[in-house]
Nanobody, 124 residues
Framework: QVQLVESGGGLVQAGGSLRLSCAAS????????MGWFRQAPGKEREFVAA????????YSADSVKGRFTISRDYAKNTVNLQMNSLNPEDTAVYYC?????????????????WGQGTQVTVSS
């Protein structure tokens, strides 16, 4: 069983920055990829970014490229999402997810574990 806990969400003004973190439980032996998804009210959940659990290769959605960066913090055993140049369209609940395979990174169906989500609100 893998448990994921997101943190770092909050309220920020447009143009500001926010850093999200996803802490994984110690039972992570089967995890090969971590990803971030987001869901705005009334909209379907969409892919944001992904990274291999071992680090290295990353993949991001076109809507966040150049603004969001996914990374691993090996000292804290977390997966982070640095969000810069935020705009109101980024407002959503952000979810951390973990996959046990290395299939395509963006389909949410390829992920096996999900966190509870953390709210990110960007004011204009």
């Amino acid at each position: 069983q893998v448990q994921l806990v997101e943190s770092g969400g909050g309220l920020v003004q447009a143009g500001g920055s926010l850093r999200l973190s996803c802490a994984a439980s110690h039972r992570t032996g089967s995890i090969l990829r971590m990803g971030w998804f987001r869901q705005a009210p009334g909209k379907e959940r969409e892919f944001v970014a992904a990274i291999r659990w071992s680090g290295g290769s990353t993949y991001s959605a076109d809507s966040v490229k150049g603004r969001f960066t996914i990374s691993r913090d090996y000292a804290k055993n977390t997966v982070n999402l640095q969000m810069n140049s935020l705009n109101p369209e980024d407002t959503a609940v952000y979810y951390c997810a973990a996959a046990r395979s290395l299939g395509l990174a963006d389909p949410e169906g390829n992920y096996d574990y999900w966190g509870q989500g953390t709210q990110v609100t960007v004011s204009s």
